[in-house]
């Protein structure tokens, strides 16, 4: 089993940038895939965007595309989530999650074989 803890959320104006991090304990990330989702106060929880168990594919949310960077470091068992250009509409709590042995993409729909952190607020102020 794999324990999962954010850090790295806060209070932003629009336009500037926020490092998400997702640290593991219990089990290396290197046989996992992980996946940030998030969720806005009254919506349904979310896809951001994943990297797949080998660490060489990502998948991102087509309005995340291009302004979002999802990246690992291996030796430190964690997993970023690096944000630039925040809009409002990025206002959430950001979750992490952990699937073994699964591509990026199977990553967008959640399942009970999902491990998750305990998520981080992102406030986006315009």
């Known amino acids: 089993q794999v324990q999962l803890a954010e850090s790295g959320g806060g209070l932003v104006q629009a336009g500037d940038s926020l490092r998400l991090s997702c640290a593991a304990s219990?089990?290396?990330?290197?046989?996992?895939?992980v996946g940030w989702f998030r969720q806005a106060p009254g919506k349904e929880r979310e896809f951001v965007a994943a990297?797949?168990?080998?660490?060489?594919?990502?998948y991102y949310e087509d309005s995340v595309k291009g302004r979002f960077t999802i990246s690992r470091d291996v030796a430190k068992n964690t997993v970023y989530l690096q944000m630039n250009s925040l809009k409002p509409e990025d206002t959430a709590v950001y979750y992490c999650?952990?699937?073994?042995?699964?591509?990026?993409?199977?990553?967008?729909?959640?399942?009970?074989?999902?491990?998750w952190g305990q998520g981080t607020q992102v406030t986006v102020s315009s």
């Open positions: 999650a952990a699937r073994l042995w699964a591509t990026a993409q199977a990553m967008g729909v959640i399942t009970n074989r999902d491990y």
């Open positions: 219990g089990r290396t990330f290197s046989n996992y895939a």
């Open positions: 990297m797949n168990w080998r660490g060489d594919s990502t």
